[in-house]
């Protein structure tokens, strides 16, 4: 099994891009044990998992303007809908996990004559359905000015009756009025025959989330996905997008 070292790990939160004020970040998926042992267990304890939960926590050097103020914006702020991507590069095609979580954390400072630090932590909340969905990079950070078809990955459900597709647009910095990011499906990774599952309206800085409950309904054998740019209104917009899938 190949190992990596982890050097250039992307960390975007809604139209804020992290990373370089980042040194350290995790995500952990775990369920809770509950305890079914019963007589008849030959005095072993017998265990299931129960509820499923998400948690991340990442931090770095102090020294940042706007994205110091967006983080502090999501702590335990219900109405806030924050769109978290981890990555492990910053390449299309790279690995990344999307989350819609609730910030619990904040801290920053340090200590005179020190670097002053940051930290974020929080969880997966509620309504959310699963906590945590792994896909990848399909467009990477870039300015966009016309036509970029994204990197497709191969997706498939444990559950094709019960999952959905989630795509992620990161929205960085605009000069332009619209744009739609298109998310497809084909049955070959040159989506030579592709089909528009959803569409997503780019009007200006920001994370725009969806979520298409169909499009494992009926998966065939159409299950690379890929986003794609199209009908840009304007000179550009900077962008990162991602999408994944939960595996229950």
Not at 1 to 9: E, F
Not at 156 to 168: G, R
Not at 204 to 216: L, M, P, Q, R
Not at 228 to 247: E, H, M, P
Request: aromatic share 10%.
């Amino acid at each position: 099994m190949a190992h990596i070292s982890l050097t250039n790990a992307q960390i975007y939160l809604n139209e804020v891009d992290l990373t370089g004020d980042t040194n350290t970040v995790n995500i952990e998926a775990t369920a809770a044990e509950l305890d079914v042992s019963t007589f008849g267990d030959d005095g072993w304890m017998n265990r299931i998992g129960g509820p499923k939960s998400v948690s991340f926590n990442m931090g770095g050097w102090w020294g940042f303007e706007q994205p110091d103020a967006e983080t502090f914006d999501h702590v335990a702020n219900a109405q806030s809908d924050p769109a978290l991507t981890l990555a492990i590069d910053d390449a299309a095609g790279s690995v990344a996990y999307l989350l819609r979580p609730t910030v619990l954390e904040r801290q920053a400072g340090g200590v005179y004559g020190d670097p002053g630090t940051w930290s974020m932590a929080g969880m997966s909340r509620a309504g959310q359905r699963f906590g945590v969905y792994r896909g990848g990079i399909s467009i990477a950070k870039q300015t966009v000015t016309g036509v970029v078809s994204g990197t497709g990955f191969q997706l498939a459900p444990a559950d094709s009756t019960n999952d959905a597709i989630n795509a992620v647009v990161h929205c960085f910095a605009d000069n332009a009025t619209s744009m739609d990011v298109i998310l497809e499906r084909d049955d070959n990774a040159g989506f030579t025959s592709a089909t528009t599952v959803a569409t997503i309206s780019v009007t200006g800085v920001g994370n725009y989330w969806i979520t298409s409950e169909t499009a494992f309904s009926s998966l065939a054998s159409d299950d690379y996905f890929r986003l794609r740019t199209a009908n840009l209104s304007g000179t550009n917009f900077q962008i990162a997008a991602a999408l994944g899938v939960a595996y229950a």
